[in-house]
């Protein structure tokens, strides 16, 4: 490829984002025409793509970290005929275009992730990497390499200050993920001004530190980034290519500097770049580019077809493997599941009847693979009967992602995006609080990625309030597409597991018990899938009292219950694991569940009593704990905040009276 092709390719990116930005009055012109060059020669001669098949299982993947510079993607979209028209970059950052200010997941054709929060990307991209080497490993065979995906991601300053990128960065380096080349922009500016205001750290000594090969060139110089490029490709470890770049670059008057990072150039200066650099009316593409570029897009279309007709001889080869890899990438699962039995009035932790039902999911669910954040022995987590995944050991199911929960969602929703398994992780509940921005990006992305959350609440008990979740439940439910199930017993978790594994337009968080729970008579049957269900039905013709709850505390309303019924009074007891899934049923089914003539309702919850106000209503109670828990023994700290039969029978009388 001549050096005049790869410099009107960059050219033409660097014009087409300036365009849009402009055109939009609004958006990141700055890291667009600063990394031009890099997008020409990492789309043209690297990145292995067929535009005409975005969706090619065995393509490169190519995550824009830096997310705020989503023209330079928009711009090679386009440019390379993938379904992105000169009228979606006119329409940059309106309603309802396929050009958000911000690229999403599933609403751009060839956009592999949902960036924006700075960093993140980074830990798709390590996702990525991770499940291109599992599923490499399980497939691959000598005779035939059906998996060999490398991943490319561009991160700017920004995202090596947040944190997530220190956790993903870490993980890669520790398992040796050499498909993996992140491509760091270099051009010290951030929104404020120069980075040495407060990012002063030499980044290629902390990614030597984490096991990474440093590779260093200007970003400007098409040869140095090609040469660059080409040795990452060859290491035996994740690559970071530190390359300098002068943000804005073309750009007459604010080029170097913080002005053109989040800000329109100006009509003026954005015709002026293009008359220099290219002529032409405004988003225009020169014959020559498009030519150029279909010859980048019919190479992606060969390299597809000789592909197909390997994965063809393997396939014949291997038709056992094949069986597996259809699983896998149809997500194929049993009409019915085989789930242990769990004897009404046994006692046993959630945390514990959810490990002896993944444990026989994943039997059943050969994709399904995941770990936890260094607790595996406390949210029992750990499928016995597989192998770890670790350096350079791609075989086990088993993965380990050490105390960084941001890292470890992010790298979850990469493994997901990037196709084929389905992948589960976990740690306490109350530090979902530590992977909040990685969960609300599954949600917004649909990825179905499943949450353990242990340790649901100050049964908790000695770690003390620090470790004590309140707010978490009903902070997980205000998070739009979030399914939260919070399973009462052992029959709960069953029904909690399958909702979770069937469900794949989104996330799912099931939030477990440390502290034993009795397997109750009135869950063998029940209608978690529902959201919500009579556990307990009143004993009278008419109701006098709706007692609600989830998970631990349902045990609890039915023996308050109980004891009111020694009163006389009809109490109805409704188990409610998900207001999600409650939401989304019809208006009759709800009515069946809460009736709404019966006013008097009481809730009981070893949390937050925000979720419970729009089903207790304004004549309603509740038991709940809007502050902060206490240190000491579970049974002790509930009876402290008057969590016992006989405190809340006599709270419950009095409300009734």
Known sequence: MSQEKLKELSDHIAVLSAEGVQAANSGHPGMPMGCSDIGSVLWSKHLKHNPADSNWFNRDRFVLSAGH????????????????????????????????????????????????????????????????????????????????????????????MEGVSSEAASTAGHLGLDNLVLVYDSNSITIEGSTDLAFTEDVAMRFRAYNWEVIECNGNDLDAVDSALTLAKQSDKPVIIVATTIIGKGSPTKAGTHKVHGAPLGAEEVSGLRATLLGGEAFGVSDSVKDFCAITAAAGAEAQKVWEADFAAWSQANPELLKEWNAYQNHELPAEFSFPDFPVGESIASRKSSHMVLNSLAAQVPYLLGGSADLDCSNLTRLDAEGDINTGKFDGRNLHFGVREHGMGGIV??????????????????????????????????????????????????????????????????????????????????????????????????????????????????????????????????????????GSEVDLAVQTANNLEADGKSVRVVSMPSSTLFEEQNAEYKESVLPGAVSSRFAIDYGSSISWYRYIGLQGASHCLDRFGECGPGGKVAEFFGYTVDALTTEVRDYLA
Request: proline letters at 4%; aromatic letters at 8%.
């Open 69 to 160: 510079g989503s023209m330079f993607i928009y711009s090679l979209l386009h440019l390379f005929g993938y379904d992105v028209s000169k009228k979606d970059l006119q329409d940059f950052r309106q309603l309802g275009s396929k050009t958000p200010g911000h690229p999403e997941f599933g609403h751009t054709d060839g956009v592999e992730t949902t960036t924006g929060p700075l960093g993140a990307g980074i830990s798709n991209a390590v996702g990525m990497a991770l499940a291109a080497k599992v599923q490499g490993e399980k497939f691959n065979t000598a005779d035939h390499t059906i998996v060999d995906s490398n991943i490319y991601a561009i991160c700017g300053d920004g995202c090596l």
């Open 413 to 550: 929703n990469g493994m997901i995006n990037f196709g084929g398994m389905r992948v589960y992780c976990s740690t306490f509940l109350v530090f979902a609080d530590y992977m909040r921005p990685t969960i609300r990006l599954a949600a917004l992305m649909n990825t179905p990625a499943i949450y353990i959350f242990t340790h649901d609440s100050f049964f908790v008990g000695e770690d003390g309030p620090t470790h004590q979740p309140v707010e978490h439940k009903a902070a997980l439910e205000c998070i739009p597409g979030l399914t939260v199930l919070r399973p009462a017993d052992a029959n709960e978790v069953k029904a909690a597991w399958e909702v979770a594994i069937r469900k794949t337009d989104g996330p799912t968080a099931l939030l477990m018990s440390r502290q034993n729970l009795t397997t109750l008579a009135g869950t063998v049957d029940n209608d978690v899938a529902k959201g919500a269900y009579v556990v307990k039905a009143e004993s009278g013709a008419t109701i006098d009292l709706i007692l609600m709850a989830s």
